[in-house]
């Protein structure tokens, strides 16, 4: 089965139409399985570099800084406790591994699902092509202002468009992935997604 959907041109004039196949746009929605997705891969862009000190790794302070009586000050055992300066830190943070691991199966099955709620729900429209002459940012601006887009949205190209990429990198309120890069993540945090007529067939091949 296939659904077919309008074909845009730069101008947000309807130039023709295509066919979707059901088993990519058309799928239930399963908000538990993307949200799981999402955590994941967020948790996997994670460094998990941090790194300091507990006392015992602190250089320094083996004798006491001076005698436990007699002193009129209080008792201290080392320089490198943590309530002094340069001394060694409580619960110190440590280099971890924070990823998770997704299978295939359930990444494939969350990006169908957060396709299909998209075009459900309006927010994926198909053009015929992103291809501008020079890589200069009032040219994407363009084609946001003739699609009226005002919030965050998701441009999905068949390739590495260098004029395309370079444009649309000072637009914040813009992401701009090759369809080979498609996730669900940067699908559920944008409101818009335009994606190309290749980069739809595309991910009928990979994903039907």
């Known amino acids: 089965m296939s659904m077919k959907v309008k074909v845009y041109d730069k101008n947000a004039n309807v130039v023709g139409s295509m066919q979707l196949k059901s088993e990519v746009f058309e799928r239930e929605y399963n908000e538990s399985l993307i949200h799981q997705v999402v955590v994941a891969q967020l948790a996997n862009k994670r460094q998990g570099t941090k790194s300091t000190l507990t006392r015992s790794e602190v250089r320094g302070g083996g004798a006491k800084p001076w005698r436990q009586k007699g002193t009129g000050r209080a008792r201290q055992g080392s320089i490198r406790s943590p309530q002094w300066i340069k001394g060694g830190v409580v ?4 280099p971890r591994d924070f990823s998770q691991k997704i299978n295939k199966k359930m990444k494939k099955a969350a990006l169908v699902s957060a396709l299909s709620k998209k075009l459900a729900d ?3 429209l198909v053009i015929d092509s992103f291809a501008i002459e020079e890589a200069k940012t ?3 601006a363009a ?3 003739a699609f009226g887009f005002d919030k965050k949205t998701l441009f999905v190209l068949e390739n590495d468009d260098e004029n395309v990429l370079r444009a649309s ?3 914040e309120e813009l ?3 090759n369809v080979d890069s498609i996730n669900v993540y940067d699908l559920v945090r944008n409101a818009k997604c335009v994606i190309s007529k290749e980069a ?3 991910i009928q091949e990979v994903y039907a």
Not at 91 to 94: G, L, T
């Open 91 to 94: 619960f110190a943070p440590k």
């Open 122 to 124: 309006g927010d994926i």
């Open 138 to 140: 009032k040219n994407i």
């Open 143 to 145: 084609i946001l202002k």
């Open 169 to 171: 990198k000072n637009i």
């Open 175 to 177: 992401t701009t992935l």
């Open 200 to 202: 739809i067939k595309k």
